[in-house]
Nanobody, 122 residues
Framework: QVQLVESGGGLVQAGDSLRLSCAAS????????MGWFRQAPGKEREIVGG????????YYLDSVKGRFTISRDNAKKTVYLQMNSLKPEDTAVYYC???????????????WGQGTQVTVSS
């Protein structure tokens, strides 16, 4: 069983930055590709991006490329989402996710955190 706890959300103005953190426990973190998702009101959940278990591969939603960066610290069992140049359309609940199986670069995600709210005012 994997437990995920996100933190770092808040209310910011357009153009500001935030860094979200997701602390993982319950499994060997360094073996897991990790993902970040978001869900805005009235919309389906979408993947923001992910970082492979090796840390070599990262991928992003087109609308956040160049603004968001995902990184990981295996010693702290934490994955981060650095969000710069935030826009009102980035407003959503952000979730981190862990996969069903380790050692997979593009996994199915099975475990979810409780989410953290990010609100960007114009």
């Amino acid at each position: 069983q994997v437990q995920l706890v996100e933190s770092g959300g808040g209310l910011v103005q357009a153009g500001d930055s935030l860094r979200l953190s997701c602390a993982a426990s319950g499994r060997t973190f360094s073996r897991d590709t990790m993902g970040w998702f978001r869900q805005a009101p009235g919309k389906e959940r979408e993947i923001v991006g992910g970082i492979s278990w090796t840390g070599v591969i990262t991928y992003y939603l087109d609308s956040v490329k160049g603004r968001f960066t995902i990184s990981r610290d295996n010693a702290k069992k934490t994955v981060y989402l650095q969000m710069n140049s935030l826009k009102p359309e980035d407003t959503a609940v952000y979730y981190c996710a862990a996969p069903d199986r380790p050692f997979t670069d593009y996994p199915e995600y099975k475990y979810w955190g409780q989410g953290t709210q990010v609100t960007v005012s114009s």
